[in-house]
């Protein structure tokens, strides 16, 4: 080959391999991941997801690209970011929480759409069966609102001098009236009464602490959503100490923060199986064809330092049962 032929050669080589690589990543199949809070606080949750994701060989940034959207809490904007999505034709969505998941389903009929809620996805409206979902979206359901009264329960047992219980929820959130509901149902069983205090904001959440005191509540519930009660995590668990009040949670994370007992399904879990469930799609598996997987397991989680420092005797039986105790 001619010294100058083998130049000309070379530059159009070079001038080839931009493109070439633009087309392969191009390639790489695009996740929308439309979440309902912050980035921050869903980190755990987030890399739990990957790990389901890593299970079918996608790995984010080599062979998987995924678009984040979060509405930081603000729910009207779900909607708007759904359509994004929706326009720019990711391959699958992944909505973690009911309102995004509802988002999704009204953005799209075609795109397949994988969710992680704490309701029954059948009544909401987000697939005909659990065994056969039969559209375009398929998922975990946790057990969410149904461990409500035994959150109850479990609070009641740990003090049961408690007359007052408040209930502390954000109005906004989809979940919230229902947890409510069967909180004031188990409330009127164990008899005791049950107070809501509602906080949406900074502001109504000092009010709602403020109003523990006046009320004589004697132990708290706090029943947290994806947005902002979710991000106010460790000013919650420092009100709750603040004001020497006993609270459960139904987050891991507020006990690691310094709450005092948490049960709920781990989220964890929800989020790799929702990450492997992803994988399949990207494979080719149809949402139609993955029935809903419930998840059944929960967790008891119980801080030792925090019960010292309120004065409170961990029942022997409570401590038994519990699937981490933290010292």
Not at 292 to 301: F, N, W, Y
């Amino acid at each position: 080959m001619r010294r100058r032929e083998f130049i000309t050669l070379l530059g159009t080589a070079a001038a080839t391999w931009p493109l070439a690589a633009r087309a392969q990543q191009a390639v790489n199949p695009v996740i929308g991941y439309l979440y309902s809070g912050w980035r921050e606080p869903s980190a755990g949750y987030t890399a739990a997801f990957r790990r389901g994701l890593s299970e079918l060989g996608y790995t984010e940034g080599r062979n998987v690209t995924i678009e984040y959207r979060y509405a930081d809490g603000q729910f009207n904007r779900l909607p708007e970011l759904a359509a994004d999505l929706a326009r720019r034709k990711v391959a699958v969505m992944l909505t973690p929480g009911d309102a995004a998941a509802l988002a999704a389903k009204a953005a799209t009929t075609t795109i397949p759409i994988v969710f992680t809620v704490g309701t029954d996805p059948v009544t909401s409206g987000l697939v005909a069966a659990l065994n056969r979902p039969g559209g375009n979206a398929t998922g975990v359901s946790q057990l969410g609102v149904t461990v409500v009264p035994k959150v109850l329960g479990l609070l009641h047992q740990l003090v049961p001098t408690a007359v007052n219980i408040g209930a502390l929820a954000n109005p906004n959130y989809v979940n919230s009236e229902r947890r409510l509901s069967q909180a004031a149902e188990a409330a009127r069983t164990l008899g005791v009464q049950l107070h809501i205090l509602p906080a949406s904001n900074d502001r109504e959440l000092d009010m709602a602490f403020a109003a523990v005191p006046r009320l004589q509540i004697g132990a708290l519930v706090v029943i947290s959503d994806i947005g902002f009660m979710q991000s106010r995590t460790d000013q919650i668990v420092a009100l709750a100490a603040r004001h020497s009040i006993p609270a459960i949670y139904d987050r891991r994370l507020s006990v690691a923060a310094g709450g005092l007992m948490s049960y709920d399904t781990p989220l964890t879990d929800a989020y790799r199986i929702a990450g492997s469930y992803v994988g399949q799609i990207l494979n080719g598996r149809k949402p139609s064809e993955l029935p809903v997987q419930q998840s059944t397991k929960v967790e008891l989680i119980i801080n030792l330092k925090t019960a010292t420092a309120l004065g409170i005797a961990i029942p022997p039986m409570l401590l038994a049962l519990a699937d981490e105790v933290i010292e």
